[in-house]
């Protein structure tokens, strides 16, 4: 069946594409000619979902205007208690800000602007969970951001072409773009810091490790970024504690976290904007 | 009238298979409810519909170099890896063409190759993800919540496609195209 060029033919192929897909593998691709192709694509790729996209807005807006009467009740006894709180942030602000400029702080990583974007499309095979969204380095957006939906973090940008991005899921397995620094909001007021590295998808749970033994940590505290990673930006939500226990060799704490962000429907998504300053690699 | 039939075809294939990755692509944005459930995970493979049905049909007409950067396409697009699909797509056209001789060119003959196609292609990705250590997966629950939902809807679509897919054969000067 094969001859001596046609097997030759095939070893070289077959050593091209492995090359291929061990160098994709490593390193993230993002040249002129992906980029131009994801380009290309995602402009198509606008056609099919933004009419679906816009008739779920209507949808979504007319379920609101449903619901503003109830909602305009509730809102109005809330307010005064906002009022109050407003007042009150504002004043810790200001207190913050002087404590800063008294330490020499001027490296914040709590500073940030959001970008709504929409999701263009998924990757079907949910393997590697990506999501392309409709905005890109034309409107500031730039590798290693963090991404949001509902209300919870959910991801963070990998690649990015002028108008369009690529998002990889907290939820897939990729260890590099899987981790997140975090922080245990405890009711003692300690800080317990960790590492939000994998999940589960049985029980739909992030897994948070590194947790130091002595936190006292309860089921429904909130989890945040502490931004000790120097990428993702600090007090962004990852979702309260479902439980925790000590690890396999009773040396930290293990916690397992449910997602405050909207994990399968994801239609519409916040990139988080930070300044200039994080150009620092992740490891 | 040969001349016409291939230059026909050297536009519309390569611009199908972009429209089948676009729409594969965003079947799970536009409807994540149904394709990426909680219980299970429905791959639309429209794409791989098309390689299948130009490769057992048509002659000449470079299906092989179309289906690797295709394939290239689509995982530039959508995935982080490149090369798996390209091969495997590859792999699907050749093989189609080396056996299409030996079975008479019905509908329902092309339905069923796409059916083994899919599962071949599935399987083949799962196993590079399984064995790179991306996935924890194990293989009962893959035939189970992926490979099963994905083989009903994509039957369902090979159905469905049955009439337009007549139209664009008969075009690029293919009558026969029936199921039975």
Sequence with gaps: MFNNKKLIGVLIASIAIVSLVSYSLFNSTSNLVTTSVNETSSWAGRIFSEPVNMVVRFVNSVDNLVNTFEENQYLKQRIDQVNEMQVRIADLEVENEKMRQELNLTETLSEFEPLSATVISRSPDQWMETLVINVGSNDGVRKNLAVMSGNGLIGRVIEVTPNSSKVLLLTSEQSNEGVVSARVQTESGASANGIVSSYDAKTKNYIMTQVDPDAEIKAGDMVITSGLGGVTPSTLLIGEVASAQMDDYGLFQTVNILPAGEMTDIRFVTVILVGERSEVSED | ?180
């Design chain 2, 1 to 180: 009238m040969k001349i016409s039939r291939d230059r026909k075809a050297r536009w519309l294939i390569p611009l199908l298979l972009f429209i089948g990755i676009i729409v594969d692509a965003a079947l799970p944005a536009i409807f994540p409810g149904a394709f990426i459930g909680s219980s299970q995970i429905i791959i639309s493979h429209l794409t791989l519909f098309f390689i299948v049905t130009f490769s057992f049909y048509l002659r000449d007409t470079h299906i092989l170099f179309y289906s690797f950067i295709l394939g290239l396409v689509y995982e530039s697009y959508i995935g982080t890896v490149l090369g798996v699909y390209a091969t495997i797509y590859l792999l699907v056209a050749y093989f189609i063409i080396k056996i299409k001789k030996h079975f008479p060119k019905k509908a329902f003959i092309n339905f069923m190759l796409f059916v083994v196609a899919v599962s071949l292609v599935d399987f083949f990705v799962y196993v590079f993800y399984f064995e790179l250590g991306f996935t924890n997966v194990y293989l009962t629950t893959f035939l189970v919540s992926r490979l099963g939902p994905t083989l009903i809807f994509n039957v369902v679509l090979a159905f469905l496609l049955y009439l337009p897919m007549k139209q664009i054969l008969s075009w690029l000067g293919f009558e026969e195209y029936i199921i039975f």
